[in-house]
């Protein structure tokens, strides 16, 4: 019974992952099977977005069309990446964070914060942001 569970196990598996590899070629979009991303993410535009395997995604994030993460970038929960956004450097940004549209982050951005602009800065920094 155990070779049994294990054959289909193991096509189970493969159908997991033949139709991961079709939605990345007609999205356009590498995103590894093994990214250390957490529940909730939502891509509603998945064109050409490319995530680093060892980057971490928190909880309840947004990540929009056309965005680069590199490898060793931390990312807090419920955080908003605009369009075409480039995370090129291993940073951390907080929770409730903000990224603008085509920012191009290079250095940490706090809990709260907006960011936007090449290179990024934070534009504001409100705590009222984190309050559900």
Not at 42 to 66: E, Y
Request: hydrophobic letters at 50%; one cysteine or more; a positive charge.
């Amino acid at each position: 019974m155990a070779k049994k569970t294990a054959f289909l196990a193991h096509i189970i598996k493969q159908l997991y992952v033949l139709q991961h590899r079709f939605w990345s070629v007609v999205a356009g979009a590498d995103i590894p099977l093994n990214c250390q991303i957490e529940g909730g993410l939502l891509m509603p535009h998945p064109i050409g977005i490319v995530i680093h395997p060892s980057a971490v995604i928190g909880s309840n994030c947004l990540i929009l069309q056309q965005v680069t993460i590199v490898g060793d970038v931390q990312i807090g929960g419920h955080v908003d990446i605009g369009a075409g956004a480039k995370i090129i450097r291993p940073i951390k940004i907080g929770n409730h964070a903000k990224i603008g549209a085509n920012a191009v982050v290079l250095s940490n951005v706090p809990e709260g914060a907006t960011a936007v602009g090449i290179p990024a800065r934070i534009i504001s920094q409100s705590p009222e942001s984190i309050l559900f």
